[in-house]
């Protein structure tokens, strides 16, 4: 890491010592959670203004950096909405690193010196803070029509202009707003047991918002021992079902293929697709998870809450049983659960393991909230024209405000 690292400041470095002071960058839009802290230093060299730019959304940075400011002890966050406070149950996650098939935690080292990688625990100072002082503005990828609130907190603390510029998903996404995604447009080549027309023909065969949609990240997830609990709770629904399943689920530690091993040991639910039949759709690694999203038959989604994967299932109307493992997923899920009122968080003491009974009344809670439904359909609704109106508006001002900076 540390000589990729090293390898990609000479090589930025020579780039832009390269250029004529008129041939250089007007900016850098550069992700402050990979690169920015040993980027920044680069760019100031050339007087290229930088802009910090979020892959995920507002309402985690705002909540890091809002929990940070006030200790993380459990109280009204000033300056956030009330139903965002604190609670005993937010502060209390499970401790130690990454589980599930997920990537190592720990410290990176980077040009500058060691690091920790990954979103801050509550009330530890996120390491982007620092890192976004010498840009000049910032871009989330999110929409003022999601995270209003949490855009404005961010410039107010920040005291610079913080756009929204997303969610930033496949152009066939959006231009498919109200009809099927056909994933193996947009990413072809992935192993699965399963063909896009056999999911589209299982769920044809469901009724309307009847499906629960089962999708943990590929690096992040249960751990072996909740795994069964899971396999149980669906066994014992009586609902038709889609559990996706990655190769490598509920080990801990990296997927296999980024340490060179073709070889995924994890679980795999021997027997259950039998017992459930028709009901159940079980697919093993690559699944299409626009297509099953954007489906009329898909009910509900039990997720990690990752962001991508939140921002998809929002933009379609689904709503969610929460199981965040990590990170930034505890505030996904937050805006989720009490921001914008569309699903349900799987346990209120997510530091303990997830139990078949915390799934099994999550489900039913879910699967059985029409209210909930409605008031997915309707946030769903504003996205009905495609990208978000507001987000081609915040470029448009983010535009003026470079050309005012260089006019």
Known sequence: MKE??????????????????TDLPICAVVDVLIVM?????????FKVPTIGFFTSGACSAAMELATWKYGGDFRLLQGLPEHMALTESDLKRRPGGPHGGGG??????????????????PGER?????????????????????????????????G?????????????????????VRDGEIRSNRKSNVTEDEVISWLDSKPKKSVLYVSFGS??????EEYPHLANALEEWTGPFIWVIQPGSGRPGPPRQLSGSDVEEGYFPSGLQEKVGERGLIIRGWAPQLLILSHPSTGGFLSHCGWN????????GVPFLAWPIRGDQYYNAKLVVSHLKIGYIV??????????DNLTKGIERLMGDEEMKGRAAIICSKFKDGFPSTSLGSLDAFKNFINQRIG
């Open 4 to 21: 990729d690292q090293t390898r990609l400041v000479s090589g930025l470095e020579s780039l832009l010592s390269t250029r004529t002071h």
């Open 219 to 224: 690096e992040l997830g249960p751990t072996m």
């Open 126 to 158: 996120p390491p982007w803070v620092d890192d976004v002082k010498e840009s000049i503005a910032l871009m989330i990828n999110t929409c003022d029509d999601l995270e209003r609130p949490f855009i404005d907190y961010l410039a107010n603390e920040v």
């Open 104 to 121: 190592g935690g720990g410290n990176s080292s980077s040009p500058g010196g060691p690091r920790k990688i990954g979103p801050p625990n």
């Open 160 to 180: 610079k202009p913080v756009c929204g510029v997303g969610p930033l998903l496949p152009e066939l996404y959006w231009k498919s707003a109200g009809s099927l």
């Open 309 to 316: 994967s939140t921002a998809e299932a929002i933009g379609r």
């Open 37 to 45: 802290d040993w980027t920044v230093k680069i760019f100031g060299k």
């Open 347 to 356: 346990s209120d003491d997510m530091s303990k393991m997830i139990t078949k």
